[in-house]
């Protein structure tokens, strides 16, 4: 969840007896197609599709219970991924098909059933993650909730959220308080217009001692196909990649706070519980992954709040930059067009992400498992990704001399 995002009233949907809910339908008037369109086509409008009965998923909408958390302890740490075979023989053994969606980032796998896995294609799992930022998989209809939780817990201790939604559910079922619930309905109220560029791109709660790692959201429920609601992918790989050598030096040398603050100040202006105290962190801007070796950019506009050590307007200026690197390169990122039963698996460390706020006004809701990672850390022996893989196939450095002339480019 990005820092400052205030969740509206959550449900307009009224459970029943049996513990699921009956729509409300408060939709406004849809477009009405043109005489004669076979299609009911209107040009960027998709017709909302209303519920059949109950909501099924009722259970798993959000709620804001008043609780109060401990502060996080250090928990031991080993990552999964570092067991996994480097030819990912396990995981593909049942596949159907795998591609990647770009060089740099996401690879989608298809024919394999999350809930099956055995230990050794979980390793195999970790490791693809580490190595390609976000993997993919579609038609997780069995893949429940059971099944989440303990697959993210395999990979780490769970994260709580301090202050985002928990489902309902979780008042039966307390383990239900490791679940972060993404919702969206008719009702909900986009907030794209009120943030700075690039705001809502980050990755999750970096500013725990301990930030996550592997973490999975699976959507219940979605907009209909052309409804909009996709997930963007940015590599902090291939942004530190895209940074001069003196300016990877440079960052090499610094650490960053990552602060809790205004997320928490969201909250208590929604009305909402701050369930765990902020707080604020320092992480090095340069941080070596334990699996590949390969060092990433460790930074995102969701949390961090200025580099340690510099002045204020150098502060400011550097961050501004790397907001850019992370945002605006698209040969660094990946788009995802979510489908029911869709799950997206991605590394935190090496990633940020932001949600296409243009689904409105269809219902979206997914269910996230947040397990935390290593403290970060920075090695000096680490390789840069592009680097090893250039070496790997014989390819040429790229160049980043700024004063040679661009050549003619057509496409």
Known sequence: MAPGVVLPDPITEAPSTNGFSKPIKTSPPQPQAASGNKFGYVPGVTK??????????????????????????HVPYTDKGTLGDPSYANLLADATDVFDYSPKIGTEIRGVKLENLNDAQKNDLARLIAHRGVVFFRDQDTFNVEDQLALGAYFGKLHAHATTAV?????????????HVVWANENSKSQQHLAPLGYFWHSDVTYEKQPPSYTSLKLLSGPP????????????????????????????SLTALHSADEQAQGSIQAGHPVRRQPITTEHPLVRTHPVTGWKSL???????????????????????????????????????????????????????????????????????????????TYDPAGRSQEEQINEELGRPALNKDAAVVIANYND
């Open 48 to 73: 909302k599709i209303e519920d059949e009965g109950p909501y099924e998923y009722y259970h798993f909408t959000p709620s804001f219970p008043d609780l109060s958390w401990a502060p996080l302890e």
């Open 167 to 179: 489902p309902k559910g979780a008042a039966q079922d307390p383990k239900l308080n490791d679940i």
């Open 225 to 252: 196909r052309g409804g909009g609601g996709d997930t963007l992918w940015s590599s902090l790989y291939a942004a530190y990649d895209a940074l001069s050598r003196p300016m990877q030096i440079y960052l090499e």
């Open 298 to 376: 460790f930074y995102n506009p969701g949390f961090v709040r200025a580099i340690k050590g510099v002045p204020k307007h150098e502060s400011d200026v550097i961050l501004k930059y790397l907001n850019d690197v992370v945002v605006t390169i698209p040969e660094n990122q990946v788009r995802f067009t979510w489908e029911k039963n869709s799950v997206a698996f991605w590394d935190n460390r090496i990633t940020n992400h932001s949600a296409t706020y243009h689904f409105w006004p269809h219902r979206r809701h997914g269910i996230r498992v947040t397990p935390h990672g290593e403290v970060p």
